[in-house]
Nanobody, 127 residues
């Protein structure tokens, strides 16, 4: 079992920045890839970013490329999402997810690929 706990959400003005954290426990953190998704009210859950177990490769959704950065610290069992130049359309609940296995390829955007999910943290971007 893997437990994931997100933190760092909040209210920010458009153009501002936030850094989300996801703390993992229950298994060796470096044995799985990680990702961030988000879900706005009335919308489907959307892929935001993913990172391999080593941190060597990353991938981003089109709507956040160039503004968001995913990273991980395996010594701290934590994955981060640095969000810059935030827009009101970034408002959503942000979830971290884990995919078991040390694969060299970044996991994809399909929700069904992931084995464990956190409870989410709310990000609200005001105009």
């Amino acid at each position: 079992q893997v437990q994931l706990v997100e933190s760092g959400g909040g209210l920010v003005q458009a153009g501002g920045s936030l850094r989300l954290s996801c703390a993992a426990s229950g298994r060796t953190f470096s044995s799985y890839a990680m990702a961030w998704f988000r879900q706005a009210p009335g919308k489907e859950r959307e892929f935001v970013a993913a990172i391999t177990w080593s941190g060597g490769s990353t991938a981003y959704g089109d709507s956040v490329k160039g503004r968001f950065t995913i990273s991980r610290d395996n010594a701290k069992n934590t994955v981060y999402l640095q969000m810059n130049s935030l827009k009101p359309e970034d408002t959503a609940v942000y979830y971290c997810a884990a995919k078991l296995g040390r694969r060299p390829v970044v996991p994809g955007p399909r929700i069904s690929e992931y084995d464990y999910w956190g409870q989410g943290t709310q990000v609200t971007v005001s105009t």
